[in-house]
């Protein structure tokens, strides 16, 4: 179930459905027949082919359009208004209401919005964005088109499309949308609120099908479909009523920081600047005209590259760079000489041009522009966002990659997953631009539209700061983007408050850390050694993306692990590759003035020497250089790259670590019975779950039978927020009990001794207060 919104919509879609689309009867008066085919056609004659330009506001334009039309068209067009305000839930009803009282007002004898139908303008269902509000004309001229195609159906296939939601979705997406994407899918999720989602951002039903596509085999290369099927996995969990903006399921497929404030004062006060339209709006708006002049000449079959060259060309362009515009033009021209092939530039610019999903679009066009020498994978998309300039401007602005990861810095915004298409990297660009605007709006900053967006992002991480700032602020501002954080003592606390743990302890590691830059966590399993070193390794780094994680196993090798040859995967020949040290180091060493984090999970678990190679000599000498098996050139380890092991005791069958890497690393232990871990399941109990706090004294119980700190049972087992009676049964008899008898297998009459029953206290179940036992 999709229907996330107030049941009121959907009924209210129940009669747009029944009486104007199936029986071509007025939604508002049941003895007027307006949803006609000459109607549809003259609302586009008076509305599409008639556009009105200027600073006047919407509604007086609108008035001027329909001056001329029939009291059915006006009508009509007031009902098409209806269904498009049923959308927004950033404008007052009051004013939805007044919208079409004022297009109703010049018809002869003026229809009245029903009582029951104008209450439903009080709600909405989505933030549509500020595109759908701003650009009314071009969501209204999609509907528009919209219902001249379906009228001309007749009432059989219109019967057939109303009952088959894919079908609908196929006609819908047959009509031109002119950028009317958001009315689009809005229009699919009213009529059908059971199959398609309460979404009107083709961008986020992108992220989530990309992001969550492990919840659900996808049955479908449809988006909706996927999402569909998304939603059935995730109901197991949350219900039918849930939607994908909860505050629970949100952070899974977009994820926000926690450093928004501060990103949007500065931006507050770069965007107060006189200056900032002709800086960074005004010359931008020139350039894509140029642009959407070739796309014009291409879809009329004009002089399209010719309109190219003086597009990237124009005196004011500096939004591509000089060498990439020289071999553009001269692969066009190249392009246009070939005989009995396809011009691979004009079938690019078709691509891109065309009238699919944005998604699609640019994956085409990066397929036709292979042959294109002018960089990697980001110049590309680069070019790709330059040319949907063309298309609006104010929707598609220009993608640079290096600003947007700076800005997902400032943010704490997670970036795109490092595998990730170019398509979903400018998708995932325009999403952050969005909540960028949302992030500032929530904060009383209105940000026009998405190029106002991006150049405020250019601004922040690139330009210099305006010269009528003091010097003080100018101070202020660069410190700030350049990655300044708070001292350590002072947010040490907060990281400790959510650990469970005692500051002086994380204090204690961050000093054995910045000595030697390795240590190893050690102690049994279930200790919290991976959890914690994974959460401090985040708050050394102040990024996610500054953390490399990996995992030692008994085949791990020195190829796996530094630098190997591998099959390519066309499977001729090998080539030689990092491994994920090498990539660690090389991403530390080009980024000196932050720190870098490589956490090695289970470390004890490879064959140590020989996965670490000349690796041993680096690690205590990290101002030397060595040539590395295989390469010639010479290798250190940045000072910038630290190192965080951890180390199961508990395993036998695990070599115990050699001398040489002893005293490589300083070792910090994660033992049940001594700090940090002492203590630690009853502070989690106290705070999470009080009324389960013995469970903290059933686990020490059995730690002091078992007689053997490297095989404790470690706190983690317990440490979930469902944690409830029942769980704790389940846990302890299939987790807890099986590992116990592991390690008594020698011993299996003592086993007994540790069921949940003889370890758990008497008094908890006769109405006295637990009280932790001495």
């Known amino acids: ?366 397929d036709h522009i292979g042959s294109l020498d002018i960089g990697g994978p980001g110049t590309r998309l680069a070019l790709a966002s330059f040319l949907l300039l063309g298309e609006e401007v104010t929707e598609y602005p220009i993608f640079r990659p290096s600003p947007f990861a700076r800005a997902r810095d400032l943010t704490q915004t997670p970036s795109p997953p490092k595998d990730a298409s170019p398509t979903e990297i400018y998708l995932s660009a325009i999403d ?61 606390p907060a990281l400790a408050d959510s650990l469970y743990l005692d500051v002086g302890f994380l204090e204690r590691v961050n000093t054995l850390l910045a000595d030697k830059r390795q240590v190893i966590f050690q102690g049994p399993p279930g200790t919290g050694k991976t959890y914690v070193a994974r959460e401090f390794a985040n708050f050394l780094t102040g990024s996610s993306d500054n953390v490399t994680i990996v995992q030692f196993h008994p085949s791990y090798s020195y190829e796996d692990f530094v630098q190997g040859y591998r099959p390519n995967e066309d499977g001729d020949g090998f080539s030689l590759r990092d491994g994920p040290l090498l990539r660690a180091a090389k991403c530390a060493a080009e980024d000196p003035d932050s720190t870098h984090v490589l956490i090695i999970d289970e470390i ?33 380890l940045p000072k910038n790259l630290w190192i965080i092991g951890t180390m199961n005791t508990a395993d036998r069958s695990i070599a115990i670590v050699d001398g040489a890497l002893r005293r490589r690393f300083y070792f910090v232990p994660f033992f049940p019975d001594q700090p940090p871990v002492d203590g630690l399941l009853d502070r989690w109990l106290a705070r999470n779950k009080p009324e389960l706090a013995w469970i903290g004294d059933v686990v020490r119980k059995a730690n002091t039978k078992l007689r053997d700190r490297n095989a404790a049972v470690g706190p983690s087992h317990f440490m979930r927020p469902d944690l409830d009676e029942e769980w704790v049964e389940l846990i302890w008899n299939h987790a807890v009990l099986p590992y116990i008898e592991e390690q008594l297998f020698a011993e299996p009459e003592q086993v007994r001794e540790f069921s949940l029953e003889a370890l758990r206290p008497k008094n908890i179940t006769d109405g006295t207060p637990y009280v932790h036992a001495d």
Do not use: C
């Open 432 to 492: 952050f631009l969005d909540t960028f605007i949302e992030e500032a709006s929530t904060r009383g900053l209105t940000i026009r539209d998405r190029l106002d967006a991006q150049s405020l992002v250019w601004s922040l991480v690139k330009s210099e700061p305006p010269t009528n700032w003091a010097a003080n602020e100018k101070a202020r501002f660069e410190s700030w983007r350049g990655g300044a954080v708070e001292p350590l003592d002072s947010t040490l």
């Open 1 to 366: 179930m999709a229907r996330t919104a107030e049941p009121a919509i959907y009924e209210a879609m129940h009669v747009v459905r029944s009486k104007g689309l199936l029986e071509g009867n007025s939604v508002f008066n049941k003895s007027r027949f307006i949803w006609t085919l000459p109607n549809f056609l003259e609302l586009r004659k008076w509305f599409i082919e008639q556009p009105l330009e200027g600073p006047e506001p919407y509604q007086e334009k609108l008035q001027l359009q329909l001056r001329d039309a029939s009291d059915s068209a006006i009508q009509l067009m007031a009902e098409l208004h209806f269904i498009h305000l049923l959308v927004p839930i950033t404008m007052h009803g009051k004013t939805k209401r007044e919208l079409i009282s004022t297009i109703l007002g010049p018809m002869s004898n003026p229809a009245i919005l029903p009582d029951g139908l104008g209450s439903v303008l009080d709600h909405g269902f989505i933030n549509p964005g500020m595109f759908y509000t701003t650009r009314r004309d071009v969501q209204i001229t999609y509907l528009i088109e919209f219902g001249a195609a379906w009228t001309q159906l007749e009432i059989d296939e219109r019967k057939r499309l109303l009952d088959d939601p894919w079908a609908f979705k196929d006609m819908a997406y047959g009509v031109p949308t002119k950028s009317a994407y958001a009315q689009r899918d809005a229009l699919l999720h009213l009529i059908f609120p059971d199959h398609f989602e309460a979404i009107v951002s083709r961008e986020h039903k992108q992220l989530i099908a990309k992001r969550l596509a492990s919840l659900a085999a996808p049955s479908s290369e449809d988006v909706d479909r996927q999402l569909l099927a998304i939603r059935k996995a995730l109901e197991k969990n949350y219900g039918e009523a849930f939607t994908f903006y909860d505050n629970e399921i949100e952070p899974r497929w977009r994820g926000t920081g926690n450093a928004w404030p501060q990103f949007v004062e500065w931006a507050r006060r770069i965007y107060a600047d006189p200056s900032f339209d002709t800086k960074e709006r005004t010359y931008k708006l020139e350039v894509a005209a140029a642009v959407a002049d070739t796309r014009k000449a291409l879809l009329n079959a004009g002089d399209w590259r010719t309109a190219l060259g003086s597009a990237l060309k124009h005196p004011r362009n500096n939004l591509t760079d000089w060498r990439m515009r020289d071999r553009v033009l001269a692969w066009v021209e190249a392009q246009a000489n070939t005989v009995n092939q396809e011009d691979a530039a004009e079938a690019a610019l078709r691509a891109l041009w065309s009238e699919e999903d944005l998604a699609p679009r640019i994956d085409e066009f990066m």
């Open 604 to 636: 004890n678990r490879g064959n140590l020497a020989k996965v670490f190679g000349e690796l041993y000599y680096l690690l205590e000498y990290r101002t030397s250089e060595l040539t590395l098996q295989y390469s010639d050139e010479l290798f250190r």
